[in-house]
């Protein structure tokens, strides 16, 4: 067991806000060494701990403002449900998409499954479109 937070929800409040305090050694002692992320809308190979640290350092660069905000935990079991809002300007390069210095303000939803005391998956889905939209590099048809 690593920490001795009070519930499930608690170990991902800390999580949230150990990732905007950019406090990446807190990691250390939230999320597992094996820590698998899964998402059909963001990077594959995020399959460890190091990894999720470089996943969130990278993103990082291209928001350097990130501020994630916690909407909503409900937690059943070992997992934990959470409606999270992303807001940060983009002023890096967001995979193919040059810089916007536009604001993405964006809900994603995000299961969390935490076990001996730590993360040790996520399941974390969020709407591309809408946020290429946001940043203007995508236009709907008119």
């Known amino acids: 067991m690593k920490t001795s937070v009070a519930s499930n929800k608690d170990l991902v409040k800390s999580f949230v806000e150990a990732t905007n305090r950019r406090d990446w050694s807190a990691l250390d002692a939230l999320v597992a060494v094996d820590f698998v992320r899964h998402s059909s809308s963001g990077p594959p190979g995020v399959d460890s701990l190091e990894k999720l640290k470089q996943f ?70 969020y709407d591309n479109l809408y946020g290429l939209i946001q940043l203007g590099h995508y236009a709907l048809p008119t």
Do not use: M
């Open 56 to 125: 969130h350092q990278a993103e990082l660069e291209t928001f350097p403002d990130l501020r994630e905000t916690v909407l909503l935990l409900v937690e059943e079991g070992e997992y934990v449900a959470a409606r999270i809002n992303f807001h940060g300007t983009q002023v890096g390069k967001l995979g193919p998409f040059p810089p916007s210095n536009r604001t993405l303000n964006a809900d994603f939803n995000c299961i969390f499954r935490v076990a001996d005391g730590c993360i040790q998956e996520s399941w974390v889905e």
